[in-house]
């Protein structure tokens, strides 16, 4: 059994922290995540233990632990948890952080003593007590400080060791959690300091933009979010563009009103929208970009004479396919490098065609959230993941990565490929999807292609789609299967929305219960705009009559 200080102190600390009445938490897309003020603290302080006791089986591995509610509201938060290679919390483990997050203060101390007789066991009998380590970051939310507070409170209580990193993008802290777990490691990921972030990400842009010019400035949108501070701080380490680099403006910078965080901007407004910030000064033609609030997404926009023009996580992962598969060719590598693509139901249908038909890339399907996605694409060589609303990024394997650092070239244009291969490794931050990465590798092969936003645009058309948000009264009873294209609860729905669908020229369109909002999205796509807003409005109203 535990320590009685062990125990008393945990009692102790989850007191002022009391699940509300009636309330049931559960472990959505990307974590928990709920309003700040309906019970969070008492979610964090347990995912602190659960940090603690992950990382003690693990070695003492260091766990980290991000506070953040993404692209949702400013009155929102929530918390994520990070592995120690700086993917996401095994999803085995979702089962015990939802028990313990669901446990009432008075037998929190109990349930957690089982859990450690019953996850250490192995540890236990080597009859070592293993230190715990965490890493910490946050956004800039107003209930961020209050919720570090019970965070620190739940770790104190265990003797767990700390760093708090204050504001952080959630890919910076991924990076961190993965610099600290490999320091030891014949290559170590990097340096777990925000100086060793911007560094590695200077040097690899500055190696893959030899030879290479980028056209014209590119306006980023930080919704209002932490990307706005670490954004203007990785400037200070890149080259102007009159040194051959790149020239950033940044707008939606405004951390600190906090209802303005996501409102009005952000890659989920523009994505979900379908167009500009109103705030946006940009002019026609304009190259544009948006983050969410944790910096995690990213679209690219630009508008002219025929309006508003959308370029979503799908075409970012085409464009980082095009490049990769190139270089692989030109590295005369092209049969040891296979390219893969991850995608969600949410990926157009058009982008889909592209990528099967003239690409000639296989493509894997998974269900929404990153998680899956990930480890889709750790299956191949060079697996390239993106969500159609920004979130994505591309893995090298071990054999991957080891071929391109180890071949040795045969001519100019072989080491060229290789070279930039090898800087894409160390550019592209494989932990996770990280936006301002993304928006850094994007610019770079925009710049070897030569390509506008125009032409980016035209390598094929996207399918019109309508993504609406619903609210019902339970989410709960919708219940998705086949990566989440079809519903298999409640029954009878699936064959309503297959009736509409098939009323369609091209038509597509399925519902799914987000997991990180109390609503069900419909997303639907057809030939023609009208008809893609027909279906989404009779999809709409299907669920609603089951809902
Ligand atoms: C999170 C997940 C994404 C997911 C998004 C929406 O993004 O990390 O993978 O696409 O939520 O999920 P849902 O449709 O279930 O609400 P973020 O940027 O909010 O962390």
Same mark, same amino acid.
């Given at each position: 059994s535990l320590d009685v200080r062990v125990l008393d102190a945990l009692a102790a600390g989850i007191l002022p922290y009391p699940v509300p009445p009636g309330r049931k938490y559960e472990y959505g897309t990307a974590g928990f995540r709920m309003k700040a003020d309906a019970g969070l603290e008492h979610v964090v302080f347990t995912v602190g233990l659960i940090a603690a006791l992950r990382s003690k089986l693990l070695k003492s591995a260091t766990i980290g632990i991000m506070i953040t509610a993404s692209h949702?509201?400013?009155?929102d938060n929530g918390v994520k948890l990070v592995d120690p290679m700086g993917d996401m919390l095994q999803q085995s483990w979702e089962g015990y952080a939802t028990t313990l997050a669901n446990t009432q203060n008075a037998d929190l101390a109990k349930t957690y003593e089982q859990f450690v007789n019953d996850i250490l066991v192995s540890v236990i009998s080597q009859n070592q007590d293993r230190p715990a380590n965490v890493v910490i970051g946050r956004d800039t939310r107003p209930s961020g400080p209050g919720l570090v507070k019970a965070l620190k409170a739940a770790l104190d209580a265990v003797g767990a060791t700390y760093q708090d990193y204050g504001y952080l993008t959630t890919p910076q802290l991924h990076y961190m959690v993965r610099c600290i777990n490999t320091q030891k490691h014949p290559v170590p990921f990097g340096i777990p300091t925000e100086e060793g972030y911007y560094q590695k990400m200077a040097n690899a842009f500055k190696t893959m933009m030899y030879g290479r010019k980028i056209n014209g400035p590119v306006i980023v +949108?930080?919704?209002? *979010?932490?990307g706005a501070p670490k954004l203007k701080e990785l400037i200070k380490y890149l080259p102007t563009s009159e040194e051959g680099g790149i020239d950033i403006k940044v707008v939606n910078d405004d951390i600190l009103k906090p209802e303005v965080l996501n409102h009005d901007c952000g890659a989920d407004y523009v994505k979900t929208?379908? /167009?500009?910030?109103? *705030?946006s000064k940009a002019a026609i033609n304009d190259r544009c970009c948006s983050l969410d609030g944790d910096a995690d997404r990213l679209v690219y926009y630009y508008t002219d004479s025929s309006g508003f023009h959308l370029l979503d996580g799908d075409r970012i992962a085409i464009l980082g396919a095009v490049f990769l598969k190139e270089m692989a060719e030109k590295a005369g590598l092209a049969d040891k490098l296979k390219v893969g693509l991850v995608q969600t139901a949410y990926a157009n249908g058009a982008s889909t065609e592209y990528v099967k038909k003239v690409l000639d890339v296989p493509i894997e399907v998974t269900a929404t959230g990153v998680k899956h996605l990930h480890h889709a694409a750790a299956r191949f060589d060079i697996g390239v993941y993106f969500e159609a609303n920004g979130h994505g990024t591309i893995l090298f394997s071990e054999k991957a990565t080891q071929i391109i650092r180890e071949t040795q070239p045969r001519n100019p244009g072989q080491k060229y490929a290789l070279d930039s291969l090898s800087a894409s490794i160390d550019l592209i931050n494989q932990t996770v999807g990280d936006a301002i990465s993304d928006m850094l590798f994007t610019e770079v092969v925009l710049a070897y292609k030569s390509w506008t936003p125009e032409n980016w645009l035209g390598i094929y058309k996207d399918l019109p789609n309508r993504l609406v948000r619903v609210t019902v009264k +339970? /989410?709960?009873v919708f219940r998705t299967t086949d990566a989440e294209r079809k519903l298999e609860s409640p029954k009878g729905i699936q064959n309503e929305i297959n009736k509409a669908v098939a009323s369609y020229v091209k038509g597509r369109a399925f519902a799914r219960p987000s997991g990180t909002e109390d609503v069900l999205r419909v997303y639907a796509e057809a030939h023609y705009p009208h008809e893609a807003e027909a279906l989404a409005a009779q999809v709409e109203e299907i669920v609603k009559k089951y809902g």
């Open positions: 949702n509201p400013p009155e +949108d930080c919704a209002n *979010g932490v929208r379908q /167009r500009a910030p109103p *705030g +339970d /989410r709960s």
